[in-house]
Structures are given as structure tokens and as C-alpha cells.
DNA sequence: CGGAATCCGTTTAGATACTG
DNA sequence: CAGTATCTAAACGGATTCCG
């Protein structure tokens, strides 16, 4: 545990910390790829305006791969990254910890 | 890694989640009980108002206990709960994560 | 003096309606 | 279907003020 906790801690959650962003990541890891109407229906909660700007910047951030297809009806796939996937075990470490809790 | 996921995850970032939440957290955990100036002396990002409110809130969701003594000058306490404690290894993970990527 | 409340502007998130 | 547009509400940021 070393002292870039100060500034690592905070960038990591300008990349993760979005309020829906591990929310996200976490069913694309568990759910695989999935095109934006999936990913709406799996979060209810997330309005669409806000999950297209939430994934706007996880895909500006790396983390996840977002493909276009140019059909009609058009077509959207979301998907992580390489670079997302190396967030399993601290999404997975952060359900577990709820789970413990059982403050659902 | 079950379906409690959906909800699980989405409710623990309503503890953490507050965009300098994690960050208080680590240093609690890495440096023990600290008092209000010391943290904002620490965080020099965070204003104080905003320091005030995240550790209030904090308290509230029984991550952190806070002392008051009552004296002149006014000394506030700040420490990590036992439940608080049961972060650390997600918020050792974080810090891990962002060592891993390199993207300071 | 340390800790925090207040006022106010900016940024981010939520709700609803609408378009290529 | 997968967004954009617009508007409102909540969260954050900066400075100042307050109180024991």
C-alpha cells in the first residue's frame, strides 16, 4: 500500500467512480456484450440520457469497446475492454462486501 | 458472483460512492484516526465544506465514527468503524488497479 | 484557533419528449 | 433502436462568515 494511494485512489474514481459506472462494468463483465437497449433493460434505474453519457466516458476512458453497426434498426454494442476486464476484482470485491453487509 | 449484483453494487456505491469517498476512506484506513484539519490538510482538493458533508454522511452510513471535544480550540476525530474496516480490500484493490493501468 | 454553516456559481445527474 | 434535446434537481467547488 503505497503512498500513490493519495492521487491513484482519486483517478481511479474519475474512471470508475461515475455513479452508474460500476454498475455497468460489472454486468458487461458478467453478461458479456450487449447492445444498448439490453443494458437499459438490465438498469431501469438509469435513464437513457444518462447511460449513453455514462458510457461515452468509460469508452473515452478505455474501458469499454462501444461498435456501430449501420443497419436499421441501428445497432450498438458495448463490451469491455482488455483493459476493463482488469476490473473483475474490484467489482467483484465490491458486491462481495455488500453482500457481507447486507445493507441492500 | 450472484445476482445480487444488480442491486448489490448499486447500493454500495451509494456508501462509497461520493466522489471523495474513497479517498477519506484509504486514508483513514492507512493512517488512523485523524482529526478534521489534518484530513484537509491531506485532501487540499477537497474544501472544507464539501470535506464536511462527504464525512457526515459517512457517519451516517456507519463507515466512520466522529468524537467532538468539547475545548477551545474545538477538536473533531475522525476514524474508520469496524464496519468501516471490512473496505479495506476493496480499497486497497483500487489502489492496486490504478497502480497496474500507470494512468496517473 | 479549529470546525463547520451559508451563499452562490458550476457541474453532474434525473425526467420527459422527441428524432434519424 | 439508439440515441439527442431540453429542462429541472441534486452534487460539487470557492469564498466568506460564524461560533465556542
Redesign the interface.
Known sequence: ??D??????????Q???G??K??IL??LL?KGTKRFGELSG?MP?ITQGVLTQQLRELEKDGLVNRVVYQEIPPRVEYSLST?GK??E???????A?????G??
Chains 1, 2 share one sequence.
Do not use: D, Q, R
Not at 494511494?5 to 474514481?13: D, E, P, Q, R, T
Not at 476484482?89 to 458486491?95: D, E, F, G, P, Y
Not at 462486501?97 to 453487509?101: C, G
Open positions: 500500500m503505497k500513490l494511494s493519495k492521487y491513484g485512489i482519486v483517478s481511479a474514481l474512471a470508475i467512480g455513479k452508474w460500476p454498475h460489472f454486468i458478467e438490465l434505474e483493459h482488469t476490473l476484482h474490484i467489482l467483484s470485491n465490491m458486491c462486501w455488500v453482500y457481507h453487509t445493507n441492500l
